[in-house]
Nanobody
Framework: QVQLVESGGGLVQAGGSLRLSCATS????????MGWFRQAPGKVREFVAS????????YYADSVTGRFAISRDNAKSTVYLQMNSLKPEDTAVYYC??????????????WGQGTQVTVSS
């Protein structure tokens, strides 16, 4: 079993930055591919970014490319999402998930509880 706990969400003005963290525990999480998704009110959950277990490969949604960066520290069993140049449309609950790099949420077996990100205009 893998447990995922997100943190780092909050309220920020447009143009600002936040860094989300996803602490993992349980099985050897350094072997897991990881992803970030988000869900805004009334919308479906959408892919944001993913990273391979080694950290060598990263993938991004077009809407966040150039603004967000996913990374991981396997020694700390933590995955990060650095979010820069935030826009009001980035407002959502952000979830981390394991064990895939796919853009389809159904491919992930484990999910965190989510952290709220609100970007004011």
């Amino acid at each position: 079993q893998v447990q995922l706990v997100e943190s780092g969400g909050g309220l920020v003005q447009a143009g600002g930055s936040l860094r989300l963290s996803c602490a993992t525990s349980g099985r050897t999480t350094r072997n897991y591919d990881m992803g970030w998704f988000r869900q805004a009110p009334g919308k479906v959950r959408e892919f944001v970014a993913s990273i391979s277990a080694s950290g060598r490969n990263t993938y991004y949604a077009d809407s966040v490319t150039g603004r967000f960066a996913i990374s991981r520290d396997n020694a700390k069993s933590t995955v990060y999402l650095q979010m820069n140049s935030l826009k009001p449309e980035d407002t959502a609950v952000y979830y981390c998930a394991a064990d895939s790099v796919a853009r389809d949420s159904w491919r992930y077996d484990y999910w965190g509880q989510g952290t709220q990100v609100t970007v004011s205009s």
